[in-house]
Structure formats: C-alpha cells, structure tokens
C-alpha cells in the first residue's frame, strides 16, 4: 500500500479518497437506491452516547485492516472474531470502518457484527452525502461518525437532524478551534477530538490536551489517534475526556486482548 508522508502527497491522498468516495455513492444510488433498503424503524439501537456518559474512560475498539498512515496491519483478518474478543474484554462500543478501497472495510462486516455482539457499534466512514447516513441505519449501525473538516456548517446540521430522525448517535469529530466552534453551535452531544491531521496524517497526542478546555462540561469528548500505552490513557482521564477511541494500537499489537485489558484498568482511575 502506498504511503503519502509530506504535506501535498497527503492533501492529494484526502482529495483521492473524497473523489473515489463520490464515485462509491453514485454506484450505490444506482444498484441500491434508499427505497430498497430494508429499514426498520421501529428497531431500537444500542446506546452509543449511553456508553461514552457511564461512569470511567470508555474504550471504544476499532477494527480496520489496513490504513493508508499505517498500510496494512493484518495479514489475517477476521472481523468477527476481533469483535468478539473486544467485546469479551469489556470495550464499551465498537468502531467499525467501513471503507473498502482505503481500509480494507465494507458494510456487510458491519451488518455481520452488530448481528453478534451486544455492545453499541459506530460506523465510521468518509460520510459526505445523506445516502450513507440511510445506509448505516440499514446496516444496523448504532452511530456515525461525521468529520467537520468535510462537511462544514450547514451540511453537518442537516446530517445531524436527519440522523436524530434515524434514531442513530452521532460522533462529530474536529482539529481545530474553529471546528470546535462550528460542532458546538449544530448543538452536539458527543464531539472527538482527532489528534491526526487529515492532510497531513501527522499525530499529536498533545492536541487533545491543547483543546478540551473549549469543550463544555455537557458535552461527552472522545479523544482518538495516536494513544498506544498506559500513560497516555493516564494522561486523557487527567484532562478530563469521557473516552478514547483507539484502532492501530490495538491491531497493531501481538497481544490485542492484554493490551485492551491493561488500558480498561487504568480506565477506571479518574
């Protein structure tokens, strides 16, 4: 898998997943329009919000098998069974990518898991256009991820309402201030704080700790990217966050089980 390290490669890699995501959704529309997909709305999904406001630092576990900062992490890859094992060592949700191209992810891992596992599942995609919104409740997901960086203002309050009418949970995820700024005035629950820079791919695991103090006490913060040990877990509960969402740390390592064992210790420490 190729890797984009300096500034302009990584800003022609977002712009190269934007575009081909673009093409995926004309696709979709095409071989499976909304009318066809098999919602039910009576249906009531797991508490995603409900799993993040409990009491300690809740660990939301990723499944992806590659990604284009890390290439691929798994040569054997088994969803199903990773989900499981988080599940058997207690992580309060899942995060689940269902990009194909970039990711190695689809939808139906996801429709797969949810069937299999009790605890609340968050997909989480490039979500530019209403279609996957109505794709992930049809799927089973139990939240989205919405990324302020691509969607700005007004498109993030429509997907915001659209999603609350779909009964799913919404991660709005930032950089920066200013996003913080925009995700607080569409009147969110859950905001995250990305410590990865999308064009460039850079991690700062300090810039969690530059920007909760903008982040009000009645919103639930996650930090995520770049948190591979105790210390940092440590250091997130300090600052105050409500969760953490961890993906390459975890399926990275030899030992996935101990490593989310030994993070879910220092978790309840606040």
């Known amino acids: 898998m190729t890797h984009y390290r300096n500034g302009n490669m990584t800003m022609s890699l977002l712009n190269r997943i934007l575009k081909t995501k673009r093409m995926e959704i004309i696709r979709r529309k095409i071989i499976h329009p909304v009318r066809r997909f098999n919602i039910d709305f009576s249906a009531s999904n797991k508490d995603f919000i409900g799993a993040i406001r409990k009491p300690g630092l809740s660990i939301i576990a990723e499944i992806k098998r590659q990604s284009p900062s890390a290439g691929l992490m798994r040569e054997i890859f088994d969803p199903l069974a990773i989900a499981k094992a988080y599940e058997l060592n ?3 949700g899942l995060s689940i990518l269902t990009d194909q191209h970039f990711f190695g992810g689809s939808c139906s891992q996801l429709a797969q898991i949810k069937d299999a596992i009790r605890i609340p599942v968050l997909r989480k995609d490039f979500i530019i256009d209403e279609y996957q919104i109505y794709e992930s409740k049809a799927v089973g997901a139990d939240a989205i991820l919405l990324i302020v960086r691509l969607l ?19 991660l709005v995820e930032v950089h920066s201030l ?6 607080l005035d ?10 990865r820079d999308l064009d460039t791919l850079r991690v700062d695991i300090n810039l969690s700790s530059k920007l909760k103090k903008y982040i009000p006490d009645d919103v639930l913060a996650i930090s995520e990217s770049g948190i591979r040990n105790v210390d940092h877990i440590q250091s997130i509960c300090d600052i105050g966050f409500d969760g953490v969402l961890i993906g390459e740390s975890f399926m990275q390592s030899d030992d996935p089980d101990r490593l989310l064992q030994s993070f879910k210790s220092h978790s309840r420490i606040r």
């Open 186 to 195: 569409a009147g969110i629950t859950l905001i995250g704080i990305n410590n």
């Open 90 to 92: 207690q992580a309060d």
């Open 178 to 183: 200013e996003e913080i700024r925009v995700a």
């Open 152 to 170: 700005g203002s007004k498109t993030l309050k429509q997907f915001l309402a659209l999603a609350e009418k779909l009964d799913l949970d919404c």
